[in-house]
């Protein structure tokens, strides 16, 4: 099936997706370890959850606490209508609890670890200019590495209910231990392969290498979506662009505020005219064309 490059969000001209933000303080309804590092974390925060969009994050702060002192982005995992559900029922109206998955690494991420049910965040949300438009593709591909996953379940969703008439997750990780709640995409009727440094699971070796075992030989997908760590999104983006596929990536710039202001989150994206200049991943972004992106800074 032909690539659909024009299935892109970051468009020139985006409003600014922080105006639709609510700054609350939620409390946790639910924190449980998930794999190696990897934590669960549940919120009661209706308001987040009946508006964010597939790509969207949130900005979190450890209520009452000035150490760390700057808030830390999470991408919005999946919703929910009640605390104790596992999978989502419905269109999603009526939903209040969000959740998200994080990897303990650095300060924030292990106070935050230490938290209990009851506890209560800073928060707000959503932002960002996340996958604005579904690619309208037969075959989605979803490439995570990492803990990239987080940004991708509810695109692999959203592309479900479209229509798609078929959705792959690929993804790839150091050792077994981080492929936390895998079976959320097998719920969501994605199939699942995985791909593990060390041979712990699925094929051993990078996500590329998997994406070479599952279509150099077969149809190639219409789109494909990445989040992960930039030298994997790079390759992603260089095997996109070989086979003529079109590729929108969720960057995973460094933020401070969210919002726009403090311009610390940049990346160098290409212009239509051929240049290139600095965009704010929190607003222009996080989700930008995979071509756009310069992945070695310097002259286009």
């Known amino acids: 099936m032909p ?8 468009e020139e001209g985006v409003a600014c997706y922080a105006d639709g933000a609510r700054v609350e303080r939620v409390p946790i309804v639910a924190h ?11 919120l009661d925060w209706p308001a987040l959850a009946a508006t964010a969009r597939p790509g969207q994050f949130a900005m979190l702060r450890i209520a009452g606490r000035l150490d760390p002192l700057l808030a830390r982005p999470l991408a919005v995992y999946e919703t929910y209508d009640s605390p104790d559900a596992v999978d989502p029922r419905g ?3 009526g939903r209040r ?6 990897l303990v690494h650095g300060k924030f991420t292990s106070a935050l670890a230490t938290l209990a049910p009851g506890a209560e965040l800073d928060v707000w949300g ?5 996958f604005s438009r579904v690619p309208a ?3 989605l591909v979803l490439v995570a590495g990492g803990i990239g996953q987080t940004a991708l379940l509810a695109l692999g969703r959203a592309a479900r209910a479209r229509g798609a008439s078929r959705v792959t997750l690929c993804w790839g990780a150091r050792s077994a231990g981080f492929l936390a709640d895998a079976d959320d995409f097998r719920r969501a009727g994605i199939e699942v392969h995985l791909a593990t440094l060390d041979g712990s699971a699925g094929l051993r070796g990078t996500v590329v290498d998997l994406l070479d075992r599952l ?11 990445c989040c992960g760590p930039e030298p994997m999104m790079h390759a992603v983006a260089r095997w996109t662009a070989a086979r003529g596929i079109g590729c929108t990536v969720s960057l995973e710039t460094p933020m401070a505020c969210g919002v726009g202001i403090c311009f610390t989150c940049v990346a160098p994206i290409r212009d239509p005219a051929g240049g290139w200049d600095y965009r704010r991943t929190c607003v222009e972004g996080p989700v930008f064309d995979a071509a756009a992106v310069v992945w070695e800074p310097g002259p286009a």
């Open 3 to 10: 690539s659909d490059r024009s299935a892109v969000a970051g």
């Open 32 to 42: 449980r370890q998930v794999g190696t590092g990897t934590f669960r974390l549940r």
């Open 91 to 93: 269109d999603g109206a």
């Open 97 to 102: 609890y969000v959740d998200f998955l994080y």
């Open 126 to 130: 959503p932002l960002g200019n996340g």
């Open 137 to 139: 593709v037969g075959h």
């Open 215 to 225: 279509f150099d030989a077969g149809p190639a997908p219409g789109h494909v979506a």
